[in-house]
Antibody
Framework: QVQLKESGPGLMQPSETLSLTCTVS????????VGWVRQPLGKGLVWMGT???????NYNSAVQSRLSISRDTSKSQVFLKMNSLQPEDTGTYYC????????????????WGQGVMVTVSS | DIQMTQSPASLSASLGETVTIECRAS??????LAWYQQKPGKSPQLLIY???SLHTGVPSRFSGSGSGTQYSLKINSLQSEDVASYFC?????????FGAGTKLELK
């Protein structure tokens, strides 16, 4: 079955670079895109960026200058790197699979990882 | 960016009741609308996609409707396991944007 699992450090210092890994199973990264979504504690969801099945990427303009998403298809892994961390980057980071069954314009998230909590604090 | 206005922010209902949550987009999103359920401490789970299509394994008491800028999620015969937060998401255009969420509790 489709599974995604995030991993990475839980505590970061301001100005550091965050590195997260999303390991997927049950599908191929060359068939489905994967997105990253952040959720500050007790708040809503914010799309951060996507790596498409073909390998291209899209980023939310709010974090575009600090964010990089890449992948290793042989290991079924997607990577998020975000530099210049600030306390407002604190939250739970989710990776999720993209799908668009029966729709032309865009993609929804059909399967999500469990999330990884990241705290940015000195 | 397309703004998604979700209402109500919180909702209290009794077991067996029918509940409706609404989402309004700032422009036409052509049915590019998904609903997610998030239970406390868990990740979001897809309920509805393309405004009205039920995701695999989701109970039939959940349904979605709407078009243009107005969409709704209906839960028939509320069950205790439906206590959760619910989020809408538009994926017609980038950046994909989410509603602020509706927290559903039992009365």
């Amino acid at each position: 079955q489709v599974q995604l699992k995030e991993s990475g450090p839980g505590l970061m210092q301001p100005s550091e670079t965050l590195s997260l890994t999303c390991t997927v199973s049950g599908f191929s990264l060359t068939s489905n895109g994967v997105g990253w979504v952040r959720q500050p504690l007790g708040k809503g969801l914010v799309w951060m960026g996507t790596i498409w099945a073909g390998g291209s990427t899209n980023y939310n303009s709010a974090v575009q200058s600090r964010l990089s998403i890449s992948r290793d298809t042989s290991k079924s892994q997607v990577f998020l790197k975000m530099n210049s961390l600030q306390p407002e980057d604190t939250g739970t980071y989710y990776c999720a699979r993209l799908s668009r069954y029966g729709y032309t314009y865009g993609y929804y998230f059909d399967y999500w990882g469990q999330g990884v909590m990241v705290t940015v604090s000195s | 960016d397309i703004q998604m206005t979700q209402s109500p922010a919180s909702l209290s209902a009794s077991l067996g009741e029918t509940v409706t949550i609404e989402c309004r987009a700032s422009e036409d999103i052509y049915n590019g609308l998904a609903w997610y359920q998030q239970k406390p401490g868990k990740s979001p789970q897809l309920l509805i996609y393309n405004a009205n299509s039920l995701h695999t394994g989701v109970p039939s008491r959940f349904s979605g409707s709407g078009s243009g800028t107005q969409y709704s999620l209906k839960i028939n015969s509320l069950q205790s396991e439906d206590v959760a937060s619910y989020f809408c998401q538009q994926y017609y255009n980038y950046p994909n944007t989410f509603g602020a969420g509706t927290k559903l509790e039992l009365k």
